[in-house]
C-alpha cells in the first residue's frame, strides 16, 4: 500500500540547492514578472509520485473509480505531474502547493467544464486550506456536480 503524499524535507532541501532553482530567485528578485517560482513542494510530489510504479486506481471505492481517474488525470496534466497515481488519502493542498498558481486555476477550470460544478473562491480556498483528501474532493465532485460526459 502506497503511504499518502507528504512533504519530504530532505528531497526539498535538495532541490533548493539546485544551480537552476538559486538562479532563477535572483532573476525573479531583478525581474519578478519573468520567472514564477514554482512552490520546493513540487520537487517532493514528483519525486514520491515517481515512486509510485502503480496505478493507485484500486485504491478508490467502485462508486467513486471513475470520477476519481477522471479527477486524478486532470491533476497530471493542468499540474504537469509525472503520474496520476494518486491515492484516496492524498492531501489535496500539497498536491495543489506542487503546481504553479496558473496550473491550479486550470485545473480548477477544467473540474467546472467537465463536472458542471458550480463553486466560488471562497470554497475552493477552504478546500486547500481545511486539509481537504482527494478522498474528500471526490466526493465533494460526485455530491455536487453534474458529469458533462455521462451518457
Known amino acids: 500500500m502506497n503511504r499518502p503524499l507528504f512533504l519530504d524535507v530532505t528531497i526539498q532541501k535538495g532541490d533548493s540547492q539546485r544551480l537552476s532553482t538559486r538562479l532563477a530567485r535572483m532573476i525573479k528578485a531583478v525581474i519578478p514578472c519573468v520567472i514564477h517560482e514554482v512552490s520546493q ?14 496505478n493507485a486506481n484500486e485504491s478508490w471505492p467502485p462508486t467513486m473509480k471513475e470520477v476519481a481517474s ?23 493542498p500539497i498536491i495543489l502547493e506542487s503546481g ?19 463553486v466560488s473562491d471562497s470554497d475552493w480556498q477552504s478546500m486547500c ?19 458533462k460526459n455521462a451518457e
Do not use: M
Request: proline share 4%; charged share 30%; net charge negative.
Open 41 to 54: 513542494t513540487r520537487a517532493s510530489v514528483v519525486d514520491q509520485l515517481r515512486r509510485r510504479t502503480t
Open 70 to 92: 477522471r479527477i486524478c488525470r486532470l491533476l497530471k496534466v493542468e499540474l504537469q505531474l509525472p503520474n496520476d497515481h494518486f491515492i484516496p488519502d492524498d492531501p489535496l
Open 100 to 118: 504553479y498558481q496558473i496550473d491550479r486555476r486550470f485545473f480548477f477550470e477544467s473540474i467546472v467544464e467537465n463536472f458542471d460544478l458550480k
Open 129 to 147: 486550506d481545511n486539509n481537504w483528501s482527494i478522498r474528500n474532493f471526490v466526493e465533494f465532485v460526485c455530491q455536487h456536480g453534474a458529469d
